[in-house]
C-alpha cells in the first residue's frame, strides 16, 4: 500500500511538472484512485433482523352498489296517465310508481267479458242440445265434431278475458322493493311511453364494496376475510369489512382481463352513495410475531447479506414464509438482530466474504 501511495505522489509531481502530458495523467491518476480506495462499506444501508408482524394483501379497487336494486318497466306501450314519483323519493313495497291511461284496457276487458258471456250461453245451449254428453260420449262423429268446436270456442272466450284483465293490470307499475327512486325516464304525466321506459329503486340499507379481483389472486381471498377499504370520498376514514361473497364465475374487465366480483357489506351511512369509488386491502394472511426482513434486501435466489462485526459480508441462503408489501417473514437462515444489507446491490465486492 505505501508503495502504490508513494507511485500516486511522484504521478502527481510528473503532472504539475509535464504540464503536457498532465491531462492523461490526470485520468490514470483517477482510475488507480478508484481502485485504491472504492467506495467504503460505511455506505451501506443496513437493517437489523427483527420480530414482527408480516400481513399478506390482495390489493385492488372496487365501488359501492346495492345487492336490491330493481329496475321497473311497463311492458306494454301507452300514455302516462299518472306519475306518482320523482328522483330521489322514498318509497314502500308494493307502492304504485305510475300507471298507463286504463280507459282502452278497461273498455277491452268488458268486451271481451261481454263475449265471454255471451259464449258461456251457447255452451250450455249446444251441450242440451246434445244430451249434455261430452266428446268423449257422443254418438256419432258429427256430434262430436261439434262438441270439441263448443269447447274450443269457450276456452277462447276464456282465454280473451283473461289476455284483457292482464293489460289492464299491466298498465300499473309498482315496486316490489322499499328503497329511493334514483332514475325517472318520464317526467310528467300525459306523455307517451315504451316498454324501453325505466324506473329504478335502490334499497339503501343493501349496499355493498365490490371490487374486481383478478384470477391470479382470487385463489387466496375467502369468505370472512378482513377487507380495508378507503373511500375516495372519505380519505380520513378505513372501513373495516369482511369478505361476503365471490362470484362463482369470472367476468372480463374494460382492460381485457379476467377477474371475479368480491364483496363485503357496508354499514348503513346516508351519505353513502352507489357508484362511489375506492381502494380495497382485503387481508389474506397474517403471521405474528415472526422474524422480518425488508423484501428490498432479498434477491433472486433467496439470499441476503449479512454483516459480520468485523464490518464484511456473508451470502446467506434465508428460508422465506408469507411476503407484504414491503416485509418478508423468515422461516430459517438468520436469526433475532443479525443484520443484513437493505439493498444487496449497493455492497462493494471487496467487502464481500464467503461463510
Given at each position: 500500500m505505501d508503495k502504490l501511495k508513494n507511485t500516486l505522489s511522484g504521478l502527481k509531481k510528473l503532472i504539475l511538472s509535464h504540464k503536457k502530458i498532465s491531462l492523461i495523467l490526470l485520468i490514470i491518476f483517477i482510475v488507480i484512485a478508484l481502485i485504491i480506495y472504492p467506495k467504503s462499506s460505511g455506505q451501506v444501508q443496513i437493517v437489523k433482523v427483527t420480530r414482527g408482524d408480516v400481513v399478506r394483501t390482495v390489493s385492488v379497487t372496487g365501488s359501492i352498489a346495492a345487492d336490491k336494486q330493481v329496475d321497473l318497466t311497463f311492458q306494454i306501450a301507452g300514455t302516462l296517465a299518472y306519475l306518482g314519483v320523482k328522483k330521489g323519493d322514498s318509497v314502500n313495497a308494493y307502492q304504485t310508481i305510475a300507471t298507463l291511461d286504463q280507459r282502452t284496457a278497461e273498455k277491452n276487458l268488458q268486451q271481451a267479458l261481454i263475449n265471454y258471456d255471451e259464449q258461456r250461453i251457447s255452451f250450455d245451449e249446444t251441450n242440451q242440445a246434445n244430451q249434455n254428453r261430452t266428446p268423449d260420449t257422443a254418438l256419432n262423429q258429427s256430434m262430436h265434431d261439434v262438441l270439441m268446436n263448443n269447447q274450443y270456442d269457450l276456452n277462447k272466450a276464456v282465454i280473451s278475458v283473461q289476455l284483457q284483465d292482464l293489460a289492464n293490470q299491466l298498465s300499473v307499475l309498482t315496486t316490489p322493493i322499499s328503497g329511493i327512486?334514483?332514475?325517472?325516464?318520464?317526467?310528467?304525466?300525459?306523455?307517451?311511453?315504451?316498454?324501453?321506459?325505466?324506473?329504478?329503486?335502490?334499497?339503501?340499507?343493501?349496499?355493498?364494496?365490490?371490487?374486481?379481483v383478478d384470477e391470479s389472486d382470487i385463489g387466496n381471498v375467502k369468505v370472512g376475510q378482513d377487507v380495508n377499504v378507503a373511500l375516495d370520498a372519505f380519505p380520513n376514514t378505513t372501513l373495516r369489512l369482511k369478505v361476503k361473497s365471490i362470484d362463482f364465475v369470472s367476468h372480463q374487465t374494460s382492460s381485457g382481463g379476467t377477474a371475479f366480483t368480491v364483496k363485503t357489506d357496508l354499514p348503513y351511512n346516508d351519505s353513502y352513495r352507489v357508484g362511489m369509488s375506492g381502494n380495497a386491502d382485503i387481508i389474506t394472511e397474517v403471521k405474528k410475531n415472526v422474524l422480518t426482513i425488508p423484501l428490498s434486501s432479498v434477491m433472486d435466489d433467496n439470499t441476503v447479506f449479512v454483516q459480520k462485526p468485523k464490518g464484511y459480508f456473508v451470502k446467506t441462503k434465508v428460508n422465506l414464509g408469507v411476503q407484504s408489501d414491503i416485509m418478508e417473514q423468515v422461516i430459517s437462515g438468520l436469526s433475532d438482530g443479525e443484520v443484513v444489507a437493505v439493498d444487496p446491490s449497493s455492497v462493494p465486492q471487496q467487502d464481500i466474504r464467503k461463510q
Open positions: 327512486v334514483t332514475r325517472t325516464d318520464a317526467v310528467t304525466a300525459g306523455v307517451n311511453i315504451t316498454p324501453l321506459t325505466t324506473f329504478t329503486v335502490t334499497d339503501p340499507n343493501s349496499l355493498n364494496f365490490s371490487m374486481d
